[in-house]
């Protein structure tokens, strides 16, 4: 019989990150493409573009910060791929072009394809916030023009948008994580195929989703972690 598990994957700290990182992007989207649209620049809209960039500065050295001091998922380690990602990454991969039809592969906390896409990301955003703080007092930066960074960076972080919320959609849909519920509440769901009841403690441990944890590379555990 098959057992469920819902487990914290996601720190309250990482997840805090996500959704005001989320919103404030969202919004300079939009601000960003109207003003580019716009025959003259209405002053309103940059405004609203600044106040968007004031919460999306914290939220992404928070999560810079995590990605280097904090611990367990929340650290880059959790990204990055190694043998056993690959295989899954593409996995996910054959889900994608077989239309659903493929399997989708299990995973603990960043998904093995998107890990990757996710550090490429935040370095976008850190030339985004850079262009964007200096487009206007220095235009160009040595030979670089800055406008046009921050247009290649809207055009790059507006696609990875459009791509990974229909992805985490995809994702939800043909798993059984709970994807979205969990960048929310913190905890994903397991369904694990063969319960193995230990002798000496009683619990029910699982050998895959043993295995989903030791992708976790990062060895560093936080003090009140029981195992
Ligand atoms: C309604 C919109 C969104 C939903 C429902 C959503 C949902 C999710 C989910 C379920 C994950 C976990 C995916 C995984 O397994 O790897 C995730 C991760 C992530 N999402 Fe979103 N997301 C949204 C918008 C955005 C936006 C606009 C951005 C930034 C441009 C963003 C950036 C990220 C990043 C960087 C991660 C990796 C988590 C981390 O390490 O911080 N998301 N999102
Ligand atoms: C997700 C992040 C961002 C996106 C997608 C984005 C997108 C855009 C776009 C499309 C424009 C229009 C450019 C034009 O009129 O030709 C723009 C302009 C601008 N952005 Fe951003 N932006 C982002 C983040 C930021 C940040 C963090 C700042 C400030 C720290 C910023 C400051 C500005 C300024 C000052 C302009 C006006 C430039 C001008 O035409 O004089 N942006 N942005």
């Given at each position: 019989m098959n057992e469920i598990q819902r487990i914290p994957v996601w720190s309250r700290a990482l997840r805090i990150a996500h959704w005001v990182m989320a919103v404030a992007v969202v919004v300079l989207i939009a601000t960003g493409w109207r003003m580019e649209s716009e025959p003259l620049p209405a002053s309103t809209l940059l405004d609203d573009h600044f106040l968007a960039a004031a919460f999306l500065i914290p939220a992404i050295l928070l999560r810079i910060y995590l990605l280097f001091?904090?611990?367990?998922?929340?650290?880059?380690s959790d990204c990055e791929p190694d043998g056993n990602r690959l295989r899954s990454a593409a996995a996910v991969l054959k889900y994608y072009f077989s239309l659903g039809r493929s399997p989708l592969p299990n995973w603990y906390a960043h998904n093995p394809l998107w890990g990757p896409v996710y550090l490429l990301l935040f370095l976008f955003l850190l030339m985004q916030i850079i262009s964007g703080a200096f487009q206007q007092s220095h235009p160009y930066l040595g030979m670089v023009n800055l406008h046009d960074i921050h247009i290649i960076g809207a055009y790059v972080i507006t696609g990875f948008t459009v791509v990974h919320v229909v992805a985490v959609f995809l994702h939800d849909l043909g798993g059984s994580g709970s994807d979205i519920s969990a960048m929310i509440n913190g905890h994903r769901i397991f369904v694990l195929k063969k319960p193995v009841t230990t002798q000496q403690s009683g619990d029910t441990q699982s050998v895959s989703l043993d295995a989903l944890k030791r992708?976790?590379?990062?060895k560093k555990k936080h003090s009140n972690d029981g195992g």
């Open positions: 001091f904090g611990t367990d998922t929340d650290h880059i992708s976790l590379k990062n």
